[in-house]
């Protein structure tokens, strides 16, 4: 398997609703249909990361994986996927 689907939205938490209503009124974002933001290889979710930064709701997609703690993938503009030995990447860089 190279990647997973695309989370399902779960709005269990304030702000994965947020984004989903931020999502539903935007319409579409750079990883709509992409697998790189999952990919189980980092190359392609590096890309996935920069690619982010073109994202209008990258603030609140942070926001909301973090308030799930999702172990991995990229949101927001950070590749959560933890790296051998290392815990998982939560910090949002800031362009
Ligand atoms: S910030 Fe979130 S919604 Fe936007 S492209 Fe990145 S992963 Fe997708």
Request: proline fraction near 12%.
């Amino acid at each position: 398997m190279a990647s997973r689907p695309w989370p399902s939205l779960r709005p269990e938490t304030a702000e994965w609703e947020a984004f989903a209503v931020a999502l539903a009124e935007h319409g579409t974002t750079p990883c709509r249909g992409g697998e790189a933001w999952t990919h189980e290889d980092p190359g392609p979710r590096r890309a996935a990361a920069l690619a982010c930064r073109a994202c209008p709701l990258a603030e609140l997609c942070h926001e909301a994986a973090e308030s799930t703690h999702e172990p991995w993938g990229v949101f927001g503009g950070i590749d959560r996927t933890p790296k051998a030995g290392r815990p998982p990447n939560t910090e949002r860089k800031t362009a």
